[in-house]
């Protein structure tokens, strides 16, 4: 029989689930889209612009060097100055950059839209990350997660069959098929970004939506979670930089990020070899291994909520992934075929679970804001020098198997850092819990979120 707090609480978490998350989802999928559009734009857009399989890898790196730079700065001001209105500043400004895409003619032009593209950014997808830790509870935050995530897999089922019809516009009004593939793509986020200024609450607070009783209630949940001391003005980057676990969870979405970066990138070209279909037939071909994506993240993370267990949903769907993409390329193409889908989605399916050990890891604030971008900062260097290394392979080779045996290397890896880490960070968050931190005594109605 359900009691008066457990109504609340499914009342008011599904009302925040409802306002919050379709937005959320619809942004990211822009988001995902306009970063990783041109890996179907490569189809077209290198034979126009005479790019090597290197020089288009250089193109789609360069994206992530900037990213990187300016990742951990971007989130801190996020923190500083309300998700609202920073999120609203990055979507704008990408979007027009985006837009910027359809006009470049050299190949040192795809350079520096990429570089600028990456700036404007940095910071969105750990910036939502920390505005969903500060609405979710732990025991409602990594199905909470998956459904954010599941907008980039959607992203590539919806973005890349798009993506190959715009291709098909070529010679409209003398415009290549590429370049109305960037123009298209590019809007959404200008229009969103404007949207998000009315729509988006910074806080619990703000949100007009919720009654009074409920606001108390979510916001009181979420503070009794935070059990780590309060954060010092003025040290955010000797904080954020000093934390061995921090550093730690940056190399195991690093090893994840060798899977979601070098897969996704190249997967339109991989097929395309292997097929020999046309341009939409490829597109989507690549799209289906992301609808078993979304599934499996949704079944993790929700599997892992109502378990209360971490450990296990984050590394060994990992390690698995990593045996199945090498395993993959030593089979008959059908079967290949459906290997590869198991790996991209048993790689994608950790994601609500890593940071759902993550976010409860951390703090409330500037420094807990600050970790998470460097965590997805760190893990963007595998973006800046997998696209490299894989058309580097590529063009030495005559095909991707020496990098997919690299990337399958790394995620077995993390699989196992994974396990490793997780069992310490929430060994760490049960004696948090429990009250072994110094000065930090847990309040007698505390909900203590047990993890094995």
């Not at 798009?162 to 070529?170: K, T, W, Y």
């Not at 992301?290 to 450990?311: L, P, Q, T, W």
């Amino acid at each position: 029989m359900l009691t008066q707090a457990n109504i609340s609480e499914k009342g008011t978490m599904g009302l925040v689930t409802r306002k919050l998350l379709p937005f959320l989802m619809l942004l990211y999928l822009i988001a995902y889209l306009d970063r990783s559009n041109i890996s179907v734009a490569a189809l077209q857009m290198n034979a126009d612009l005479g790019l090597s399989a290197k020089m288009y890898g250089i193109g789609a790196g360069l994206f992530y060097v900037t990213y990187i730079i300016f990742e951990v700065p971007s989130n801190i001001i996020l923190a500083r100055v309300g998700a609202r209105r920073w999120i609203a500043r990055i979507m704008v400004s990408w979007g027009i950059v985006a837009v910027g895409m359809a006009f470049i003619n050299t190949a040192g032009q795809l350079y520096g839209m990429r570089l600028l593209l990456g700036a404007a950014e940095a910071g969105f997808t750990p910036g939502i990350i920390y505005y969903l830790s500060q609405w979710f509870p732990t025991d409602h935050r990594a199905r909470a997660m998956s459904f954010f995530y599941i907008a980039a897999a959607l992203a590539s089922v919806v973005g890349l069959p798009i993506s190959g019809a715009l291709l098909e516009m070529h010679g409209v009004f003398g415009f290549a098929g590429w370049r109305w593939l960037y123009f298209v793509e590019g809007i959404p986020a200008i229009v969103l970004g404007i949207v998000v200024l009315k729509y988006l609450p910074d806080t619990i607070q703000k949100a007009r939506w919720l009654n009074g009783e409920q606001k108390q209630w979510l916001s009181g949940k979420i503070s009794a979670e935070s059990r780590l001391p309060l954060e010092k003005k003025g040290s955010e980057w000797r904080h954020i930089f000093s934390d061995s676990k921090v550093w730690i969870l940056s190399l195991v979405w690093l090893l994840q990020a060798f899977g979601t970066i070098g897969v996704t990138l190249f997967l339109p070209q991989i097929l395309k070899g292997v097929s020999g279909g046309t341009n939409f037939v490829v597109s989507l071909l690549s799209g289906l291994p992301f609808v078993f994506a979304c599934i499996f993240m949704y079944m993790n993370g929700r599997h892992s909520d109502r378990m209360k267990e971490r450990r296990f949903h984050l590394g060994i769907p990992l390690f698995f992934s990593g045996i199945l993409l090498i395993v993959c390329l030593y089979t008959g193409s059908v079967f290949a075929y459906i290997l590869l889908i198991l790996s991209v989605a048993l790689n994608w399916s950790v994601t609500p679970v890593f940071w759902a050990v993550t976010t409860e890891y951390l703090a409330t604030g500037p420094i807990a804001a600050g970790s998470i971008g460097l965590i997805n900062a760190m893990a963007n260097i595998a973006g800046a020098t997998l696209p490299l290394l894989m058309g580097y392979i590529r063009d030495l080779t005559g095909n991707y198997n020496i990098a997919l045996w690299i990337v399958g290397l790394a995620l077995m890896l993390g699989g196992i850092v994974g396990f490793a880490t997780t069992r310490m960070i929430t060994g760490r968050k049960r004696a948090q819990l429990n009250g072994a931190s110094p000065g930090h005594p847990v309040a007698a109605d505390s909900n203590p979120y047990t993890m094995n």
